[in-house]
C-alpha cells in the first residue's frame, strides 16, 4: 500500500475532484509521482501549468498535518488502496484519491445505497416525499445517501434515521468546517446511528459554489440508484442525475403536478425514462435479487435480509413484509387520528404550522399565543409525533 501521505500530497496539489487516472497512468503512484522531476511532470497529459505550479508548492509536511488533524479528530482517510475503500467508488470517472470520513465507512459495504437529492429550498411536498421515501427504503435495510445540505438531503437524512436507519451525508466541505452549523446535530446523529459523513476535501475546507458540484458524483456513485425529488429546470439536483446516468446508476424521480415549474426538471427526467419513485417498494422491489432473499413460502413476505446477503453489516432480526414496507401510511393515519383529537393551544399550534415550514416568532405571531407556551406545546407536539423539527428551528407537520 502506497503511504496516504503521497495521496494526500498529490490531492493536495491537483484538487479535489481532478481526474487524477491519467496521471496514475503516468506515474503508477503518487509516490513515483512524487519522486519524479519537473520536468517528467510537465511531460504528464493530466498535470496542466496550475497544477504542475500547486504539485510544487504543497510538501509532505502539509500532507502530515492533515493526517495529524483527522488523528486528533478520529477521522479515517481512505485511499484507493485502502480495502475498506468503497468498492462502488472504484469504478467511477473522476475516482476520488481521498476520502475523509467521520463515522463507519463499512456501513455502504455490500448494502443496497440509495441517492436521494433535491432542492434546498424544498417545498412541503417535497420535505414530505423524501421523508416518506427515505423511511421507508431504511426500514427495508438500505441506506441513504444525500448531501447533508439544506431542504432534501435534510429530509432525506431525517426520514431514515426515523426508521433508525444508516445514512451517509456527503459533504461539500471538509469535516470540522463551520459550514451549516444549523445542521450539526443531524450531522451527529448520522454517525450514532452507524452511519458516516464523508468528503473529499481536507479538514475545515469551507464550502463554496464550486465545492458541492464536486462532491455529487460520490453520491450517485455510492449508490445503485439516485432519486430525484425535486428539482426545477436548472437544479444542481440534475447534475446529480448526470452523473448518475455516466456512472450506470439508475435514476428515479418523484411525480409531481406538470404546472409546477419548480418540478420541470424532475418531470423532464421520467420523459426521458427515469423510474417514478411512487413509494419505498417501488425502489426496493427492482434490487430484491441481488440484496434480498424471497421467502417463497410466506407470499405476504416481499425480503428477509438475511445475513447471508449482507454479512458482518446485516441489520440484526430485519424481516421486510408487504406490512411493514406500508407501515408509513399506517403511521400516517395514526398521526391523522391523533391530530383530529387536539384542541385548545395545541390545536391552534398545529393549525398554524399546516402544511408549510414555519418558525416559533410566526406562530406565536399568527396564533397571538405567548412563546414560552408555544415552545412547550411544540415540544409535546414533536413528542406525539405530529410534527418535525427541520433546519433553522423551522416547524413542519410531518
Not at 447533508?148 to 456527503?170: F, I, K, P, R, Y
Not at 425514462?273 to 410466506?298: H, Q, W
Amino acid at each position: 500500500m502506497t503511504d496516504k501521505r503521497y495521496w494526500i500530497w498529490m490531492q493536495l496539489g491537483v484538487g479535489a475532484g481532478a481526474d487524477t487516472q491519467k496521471i496514475l497512468d503516468f506515474f503508477e503512484t503518487p509516490k513515483k509521482l512524487y519522486d519524479a522531476s519537473v520536468l517528467e511532470w510537465a511531460a504528464c497529459d493530466g498535470i496542466n501549468a496550475t497544477r504542475l505550479d500547486n504539485l510544487a508548492e504543497v510538501s509532505l509536511d502539509d500532507a502530515d498535518r492533515v493526517i495529524s488533524t483527522c488523528e486528533n479528530n478520529g477521522w479515517d482517510i481512505l485511499t484507493p488502496d485502502d480495502e475498506r475503500y468503497p468498492e462502488s467508488l472504484r469504478d467511477i470517472p473522476k475516482q476520488p484519491a481521498v476520502l475523509y470520513v467521520a463515522g463507519d465507512i463499512d456501513c455502504v459495504k455490500d448494502r443496497l445505497v440509495v441517492g436521494m437529492v433535491g432542492t434546498r429550498k424544498a417545498s412541503a411536498y417535497s420535505l414530505k416525499a423524501a421523508r416518506y421515501l427515505a423511511k421507508g427504503i431504511a426500514d427495508c435495510g438500505a441506506v441513504i445517501a444525500s448531501g447533508g445540505a439544506l431542504g432534501v438531503d435534510s429530509a432525506s437524512h431525517e426520514g431514515a434515521l426515523q426508521a433508525n436507519g444508516t445514512t451517509v451525508a456527503v459533504l461539500g466541505c471538509g469535516l470540522g468546517s463551520d459550514y451549516l452549523k444549523s445542521n450539526e446535530k443531524l450531522r451527529s446523529d448520522i454517525v450514532k446511528n452507524g452511519g458516516a459523513l464523508i468528503t473529499e476535501f481536507p479538514p475545515y475546507t469551507r464550502a463554496d459554489r464550486t465545492t458541492f458540484p464536486i462532491r455529487n458524483r460520490i453520491i450517485s456513485g455510492l449508490s445503485r440508484c439516485v432519486i430525484v425529488v425535486e428539482a426545477a429546470q436548472k437544479s444542481g439536483s440534475l447534475i446529480t442525475a448526470e452523473y448518475a446516468r455516466a456512472q450506470g446508476r439508475d435514476i428515479f424521480a418523484v411525480p409531481s403536478s406538470i404546472l409546477d415549474p419548480d418540478f420541470q426538471g424532475t418531470n423532464k427526467l421520467i420523459d426521458e425514462g427515469a423510474f417514478v419513485a411512487t413509494g419505498p417498494a417501488a425502489v426496493i422491489s427492482r434490487y430484491r435479487d441481488d440484496y434480498f432473499t424471497l421467502k417463497p413460502e410466506n407470499v405476504k413476505t416481499m425480503y428477509d435480509i438475511s445475513r447471508s446477503n449482507y454479512g458482518a453489516n446485516a441489520p440484526e432480526k430485519r424481516q421486510i413484509t408487504f406490512d411493514s414496507i406500508s407501515k408509513t401510511r399506517d403511521d400516517d393515519a395514526q398521526r391523522s387520528s391523533k391530530s383530529a383529537n387536539l384542541v385548545g393551544v395545541e390545536r391552534e399550534v398545529y393549525d398554524a404550522i399546516g402544511d408549510s415550514l414555519v418558525t416559533l416568532e410566526e406562530i406565536a405571531a399568527k396564533t397571538g399565543i405567548d412563546s414560552s407556551k408555544v415552545i412547550t406545546t411544540l415540544t409535546v407536539l414533536e413528542i406525539q409525533g405530529l410534527i418535525l423539527k427541520a433546519e433553522g428551528d423551522r416547524y413542519s407537520q410531518i
